[in-house]
């Protein structure tokens, strides 16, 4: 993940391609067209705002500003706003065209306190232009190698939004809304053995049944004790939302941090694994924790999934509880296939475990990392273990382009948030008694042999 908007955990994908604007101009014609009285609006100097900050597929973006009105408003005429961020952070000094632009203005619509369009109401919510080569909206950044702030880190996000047509102003944050992750428990702390972690959590509403829980262990620039960081970089959140949660009739979601990368040695440096990291037994106590703590969990089905560090730290942690998991679900493999001796395979051969990759990986590459592992396990009679290898990571949404517009190829785990995986390393469909299945589908199906 590089700075959130194009950015990987450890690379940056510098993306060229053109806007895809035309979604906008229709919206703010069908605006404009309807007759409308315009608004009766005092003066305002110094307004109060509502941040609404969303995770894309590429990363985080501000993608509403909902405004606080001093009268009732009925209607929006147009689109006369104008949005000016001032970005900074302690971390660098970012350069003048990071620091300071505007943000696009999609349309405006009366709303109540939350965004929700009402008939009437004491807000107008804009919405904002959000894309992957659009890095003025992003909230966060990623730093490359500077130990003062290594990964990703929020930073100072201030906006100026001006009614150009009634000079009304504002410029005070009093909120901020962000879907998904305020559901989140994120008060999560664990300590084993001088190391302390903290993590986010989600309940399902329903717990009256014991229900399946989902791990996911985050890339490499997402260390450190906001947990947020995590939920927000790889779009982790996700395994909170309806569609995900479907799949399992309610999951509960667990998503550990590391304090500086899954795959330390202890030093600072990357094992591949070639030697032990610092953290897999840390972990697997923290694990073995929340599961004891909360009994609607279904021991019999939790499965771990993660990306780049967090694939690599899912097969450490199958190596070394293969007993505990009923699944395993990496993504952009970082774990090197030549370190997983004749042993290690035959300790999780047996192990349901779907793979997720890009073919043009060029941080983990496959032919270094999973497509090894994967040989070896189908060698050794693995008969539930699959790889989904998508020849690029594109565009999911047909918004910038579809299979056209290629992200970086690292960012595999964008198929897997989205549950974007059907197909099987030969090209066929992945199936459960017989029928096709998609990732979620596949892991809600398996579940751990009962002791």
Known sequence: MKNLILFSIFACCSISCSTSEKMAIPTLQQEAAVPQEAPTMKEVTGGEYTLVIEGFDWGAAASKVILSMEDSVATVTGNPFEVQVNRATECAELTPEEAKGNLKVLYAYVSDAKGKRVAKGMHVTLVLYAAPFEQMNSPIKYFFQNPKCPGNQWIDFDLTIANKETNQVWNKEIDRIIPLIDEFDLSGRFTHEGITMSYASFEPSTTSEKRPLLIWLHGGGEGGTDPTIPLMANRAANYAAPEIQAYFGGAHVLVPQSPTFWMDKGDGTYTRGEVNDKYNVSLMALIEEYVNRHPSIDKNRIYVGGCSNGGYMTIKLLLLRPDYFAAGFPSALAYHGAYLSEADIQKIKHKPIWFIHSQDDPVTVPGETVIPTYQKLIAA???????????????????????????????????????????????????????????????????REAK
């Not at 790889?387 to 785990?413: A, C, K, P, R």
């Open 381 to 447: 009679g693995a008969k539930n273990v699959h790889l989904s290898m998508f020849d690029h990571v594109v565009d999911i949404t047909n918004q910038f382009g579809g299979e056209d517009y290629h992200y970086n190829g690292h960012f595999s785990w964008i198929y897997s948030h989205t549950n974007k995986c059907q197909l099987d390393y030969d090209g066929t469909p992945v199936k459960v008694n017989g029928q096709p299945v998609t990732l979620m589908g596949w892991m809600a199906s398996q579940r």
